[in-house]
């Protein structure tokens, strides 16, 4: 999965509400 802004998120799911609330935000805008 890459973010809009091109960093790929590499990290595992993890409980990160500010990346969370910010992929969901640009889901939304896409």
Do not use: C, E, W
């Not at 999965?1 to 896409?30: C, E, T, W």
């Amino acid at each position: 999965y890459q973010a809009a802004v091109g960093q790929p998120v590499i990290q595992p799911r993890r409980p990160n509400s500010r990346l969370d609330k910010v992929r969901h935000m640009f889901q939304k805008v896409m």
